[in-house]
């Protein structure tokens, strides 16, 4: 079965259940499947119990979806039609007039007991339950693959993988139900949010560990990283949501006490191979392309949401680096989170790509679906750039300028820096006093030459700072 076909039969019983069922409508559209929905499709003037009944009985439908909550059951048992505005509720009536097989009730709430509200003419058959945030991922799953006809525990032929799986991810960290959980909790400022949150992130980090690569002689190592970063992007993704949504909801401490104890706790994954003794700097390669990244995003949903002081304090913190080549654990800044990851130079000589940067190109063409655009990336990447090459704790090399081309202008933060108040907001990133504490890095690229940061063109430290016009309007 390709893009099918529902019809999603719900009652009007509230602002946040309508909001609910649109939710869920808009998920299922993003798993391929093509929603009926009287917001969407029922047209002005159109009979309202007209339009229900047809869906129901269109047989270009695959499935009517029945969202149940107590007002759905209790309307639906009491009437054999429609009832005031009420009408987008089958009735046993329409229920009996079609092939019943075609049903799937979506719990979406339940009585004080724990039991699931259905019409009684629905009572005897199976449903889906969303009602539990905790287990929303897990029902949602097994709603889609119930209309797309590809049930989780298909029998596969004897000797052959099962087609199912290789439409899969094979990367999951075991975050499903935490992340709706922790995403419920956060927008909905439950007292829990924040534990949730930590629940989630402890949980992402501790399973990192099923990413690592076992070099394989049948295998080059470059095309595990490359593809190891693929796979992982839904992944990071979910994460990044979750930090848009903690940022935007949280309280600006406890969002930083959590995020900078899980960003923390990756830094394991720099130099821990599993026990072993022996290894290459290389065979962290995926891990250091994989958390530089959440690093640069974390900080550059900070920046857009305008959460400046809560940037600035996961850039001014020191990291507590448990494990390392030295074996003694020690304080780092935050140029401990930019590794270079070797095996993409290789894999850019080796197959004669002659890219300025690999990783750059990776991270460019893996920015889409994150709804983060790719030039506000740079401008974090120059802020890092900044801090390091004036504290000179540690090397940061902005990859992400190979895109910046000839861009004539400053970066947005130092335009609206012009304004004597933003830039007295924004300076703890740069982590400087006043504009003169830049002077010195602007003084040595004069001696250096554009060309000396090897980006594969000019770029001027200067222009991009709008370091002339920085704190000159009040």
Known sequence: MSEPKVFISYSWSSQSHERWVLDLAEELIESGINVILDKWDLKP???????????VKDPSIDKVLIVSDKAYAEKADNRSGGVGTET???????????????????????????????????HSRLYIDLSEPDRYAEGFESLIRC??????????????????????????????????????????????????LDEYLVTFSDN??????????????????????????????????????????????????????????????????????????????????????????????????????AAA??????????????????????????????????????????????????????????????????????ILFIRNSLDKSGFWWPKTLVYLGHFPGAFELFNRATSEQYFEKIKALLNIESKLDLTPLIEEQKKQGTGYYQLGHGFQIKQLLNFDDLCTAR
């Open 313 to 382: 304090e996961i850039l001014n913190n020191n990291y507590y680096i448990k494990s390392s080549s030295r074996g003694i654990p020690y304080l780092a800044s935050c140029h401990c989170f930019y590794e270079n990851p070797e095996s993409l130079d290789y894999r850019n000589t080796r197959l004669n790509l002659s890219r300025m940067s690999l990783s750059a190109d990776i991270t460019k063409e893996n920015n889409n679906g994150t709804g983060i655009e790719f030039n506000l990336l740079m401008q974090t990447d120059f």
């Open 147 to 196: 209309i797309h006809g590809q049930p989780q525990f298909k029998k596969p032929a004897l000797g052959k993988k099962p087609d199912y799986l290789n439409s899969e991810a094979s990367i999951n960290l075991g975050t499903s139900a935490l992340f709706k959980r922790a995403i419920s909790a956060i927008r909905d400022q439950k007292p829990f949010a924040v534990a949730a």
């Open 45 to 55: 003037g159109q009979d309202s119990i007209d339009f229900m009944e047809q869906m």
């Open 208 to 309: 990192m560990e099923q990413i690592r690569i076992i070099a394989s002689p049948d295998e080059m190592f470059d095309d595990c990283v490359v593809n190891s970063i693929q796979l992982f992007v839904p992944v990071r993704n979910e994460l990044l949501q979750v930090v848009d949504t903690s940022c935007r909801y949280i309280p600006q401490d406890a969002f930083v006490e959590v995020m900078h104890k899980f960003l923390e706790s990756l830094t394991k994954y720099f130099t821990e191979l599993g026990g072993r003794s022996s290894y290459k700097s290389s065979d962290f390669d995926n891990y250091k392309f994989i958390i530089n990244e959440i690093f640069i995003y974390t900080i550059t949903i900070l920046i857009k949401h305008k959460k400046f002081q």
């Open 88 to 122: 987008q509720i089958i009735s046993k009536k329409v229920y009996e007039q079609v092939d019943q097989e075609r049903f799937i009730a979506v719990i979406a709430e339940k009585d004080a007991e724990g039991k699931a509200y259905t019409p009684l003419f629905y």
